[in-house]
């Protein structure tokens, strides 16, 4: 996982058209069946390489809605990000 959407999502879909990999889908397409956008965590890269942080956390409105998860072995993922805010769901933005 990278980062992750949480339930206080509008579903404005501000996050799906700045994600440069095509990871966050709607929330019709949640495969979890929950009414909020999804980042796939096999697609997801954090950005690395095409921005400095998470696009997605940059263009939402939702204050706290897009947090760090958990990084998946051998996936794309940002090293300055401490474990800490990934255990505990922090917020990309603040």
Sequence with gaps: MAVKITDICINCG??????????????????TGEEIYYVYPDKCVECVGYHDTPACAEACPTEGCIVWDVCLEGATCRDDVPAEARENHQPVIE
């Design 14 to 31: 501000a996050c799906i058209d700045e994600c440069p990999v095509e990871a966050i889908v709607d929330d019709e397409d949640n495969p």
